[in-house]
């Protein structure tokens, strides 16, 4: 109950906000990541990579959490090893999200997705217009999501 508390609180108060700090952003990423620990399996492999050149690059918050969401979402399956393994990498103008996740997909109603998905890239429109690529690879086993935004120090 601790950790859901401190994640709505953070979550209340940092999203009000157009930009914050990377930094901040992970740490939101970070407890989120630790609640889902704690329902999975203890052999659910799980990584959570970051490389932060500069970890006050200001970022839209949670602009990255639909796409952290599905990788563990989506990876428990019921047979084969399932895993999610996420890393953002930030570097001068420039910060990268990218997940690998097994590929267990839930049953959508919709052809197109669900409404997470598509609220998220209205958000990346608006936000970041032409300055991010989104792109989505995946085969029977693995689903690899990579989202790159560019342009930062303009903000």
């Not at 970070?30 to 609640?35: F, G, N, Q, S």
């Not at 084969?80 to 953002?88: L, P, R, V």
């Not at 097994?102 to 109603?109: D, I, L």
Request: with cysteine.
């Amino acid at each position: 109950m601790t950790q859901l508390s401190s994640l709505l609180r953070i979550t209340l108060y940092q999203t009000s906000d157009k930009y914050i700090p990377v930094k901040e952003d992970i740490e939101i990423l970070k407890k989120y990541a630790e609640l889902e620990k704690l329902r999975l399996d203890e052999n659910f492999d799980f990584r959570f990579d970051v490389d932060l050149e500069n970890p006050d690059c200001q970022i839209a918050p949670l602009i990255s959490m639909p796409l952290m969401e599905n990788s563990i979402k989506h990876s428990i399956g019921p047979h084969g090893k399932n895993f999610a393994h996420i890393s953002i990498r930030q570097q001068g103008d420039q910060i990268t999200f990218e997940a690998v996740n097994s590929n267990n997909p839930r049953k959508s109603k919709s052809a197109s997705g669900g409404l997470g998905l598509a609220t998220f890239i209205k958000r990346l429109e608006l936000t970041y217009m032409d300055k991010y690529e989104y792109t989505v690879e995946s085969d029977e086993k693995t689903y690899r999501c990579k989202l790159r935004i560019w342009g930062l120090s303009s903000l």
